[in-house]
């Protein structure tokens, strides 16, 4: 599913060009068909008889974008209080929502309580106190399958150094805290992260879950996170979802059969279902020749798309101003003043001044890990739906630089003028 260079396509014949005129650049821009299709494949892969695909909104968060999954039925992964308040916010009943933080304190754990969301436990400190403050609310448990899969590391959280989940050798405690407070577990929950694109290596995970879940007798579902793999560049591999699903849903089948219920089985998908969907835009402020490059200078930085600086991350680069013009190698950088190289000798179609950048696959954990850093606004975000656009964020002005800050009144001490 990857376009060939140059080419660019919204769904619906939206101009592209005329979006950033309208909006100006830099611009996220988000096309509901795509995110509807990959919600509509991951969704259609699996086949049991009870399914719930909960979207990681970390990924993502605008609320319009969250609206729009729930209307598709989605559920919602949260990570933090705030998240669940957005998810709320945009209208997903409580019962959809699965709080999955790490190393938050008891006080926010109390706050989803409050608010009714389901919750999900990463260590047996915390679950003990909540055993013992709300023997009566059920709970899901994040295991440590101790598995490395996939390449990046720093996004591998599934292994036995990482900070995540409850390690399996530790399952023996977990049913001592159990049957100390009462609680009861309806939920085993296991998140890897990474990039996991062999079905296999996801059912050896998947093994070592349902040999713990056979210990808990209480379960009503069963999550196994996510960690799909989406193609960023021509040649890349994508997990082969529809085959994934195959494997998974036969063994998740089985399972159910030996444990006499049928339970739900989840997932919760966040860079599978938003990455494609999204696209950068930025303009050429400035071409630079020095004596071993072409430089790209661009109205944009690592404050709105971090990841090729901070993952190594590869997002493809064409020039949408140009399409037809000669191509040659560029660097494509920021104009943050820190390296912030978007892409290296990437082939482009001629760029010229002005003319007008797209970073493909800017879907995912690319404006959500957005910041003011250089003391610039954040971008404005357009989503493109039926055929037409329409604006859920608004540029950043002065005034939000400025919303909380106070200036101090020192000017009665030493310090002041
Ligand atoms: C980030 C996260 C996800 C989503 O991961 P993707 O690679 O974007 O699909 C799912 N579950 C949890 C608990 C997460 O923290």
């Known amino acids: 599913m990857y376009l060939e260079n140059n080419r660019y396509e919204l769904s619906g ?238 063994r998740f089948n089985e399972f159910c059969e030996s444990y006499g219920k049928n339970l739900t089985l989840i997932f919760e998908p966040g860079k599978f279902i938003v990455s494609e969907a999204g696209s950068f835009l930025v303009r050429v402020n400035v071409i630079k020749q020095t004596t071993s490059n072409i430089f790209a200078g661009v109205d944009s930085g690592l404050n709105h798309l971090i990841r090729p600086m901070f993952y190594d991350a590869h997002h493809e680069i064409i020039n949408i101003s140009n399409p037809s013009g000669r191509s040659r190698f560029y660097t494509i950088v920021g104009y943050i003043c820190e390296t912030d190289t978007f892409g290296t000798n990437r082939r482009i179609a001629e760029i010229r001044e002005g003319d007008v950048l797209a970073m493909k696959n800017a879907g995912a954990y690319c404006f959500s890990m957005a910041s003011n850093y250089n003391s610039r606004f954040r971008p404005a975000e357009v989503l493109i739906h039926e055929g037409k656009d329409y604006l859920i964020r608004k540029r950043e002005t002065m005034d939000d630089l400025l919303r909380n800050q106070v200036v101090a009144d020192i000017s009665s001490n030493s310090l002041g003028e």
């Open 13 to 250: 014949g939206v101009d592209i060009i005329a979006l950033t005129e309208k909006y100006g650049c830099p611009l996220y821009v988000y096309d509901s068909a795509i995110i509807k299709r990959q919600f509509k494949r991951i969704n259609e892969a699996f086949k049991v008889k009870r399914l719930k695909i909960n979207y990681a909104c970390k990924a993502l968060t605008n609320i319009s974008i969250l609206k729009l999954l729930r209307a598709e039925g989605a559920g919602l992964d949260t990570v933090s209080i705030q998240e669940v308040e957005l998810g709320l916010l945009a209208g997903f009943k409580p019962q959809d929502i699965i709080y999955t933080p790490n190393c938050v304190g008891l006080n926010e754990i109390e706050e989803a309580v409050e608010l009714g969301v389901r919750i999900n436990i990463d260590n047996i400190s915390i679950l003990e106190q909540f055993g013992q403050g709300f023997p009566d609310i059920p709970v899901c448990i994040r295991i440590n399958p101790h598995i490395v899969a996939g390449g990046n590391r720093k996004i591998s959280v599934g292994h036995i150094d990482s900070k995540f989940g409850i390690s399996i050798h530790q399952m023996p405690h977990v049913h001592k805290v159990v049957e100390a407070t009462g609680l009861k577990i309806e939920g085993i929950h296991m998140h890897t992260g990474s990039d996991i694109y062999e079905p296999e290596v996801f059912l050896n995970g998947a093994e070592i879950l349902f040999n713990i879940a056979e210990s808990f007798q209480d379960l009503d579902y069963l999550d196994f996170g996510s960690g799909f793999k989406v193609p960023y560049k021509q040649g890349d591999i994508e997990t082969d979802i529809e085959a994934l699903g195959t494997l998974i849903s036969k």
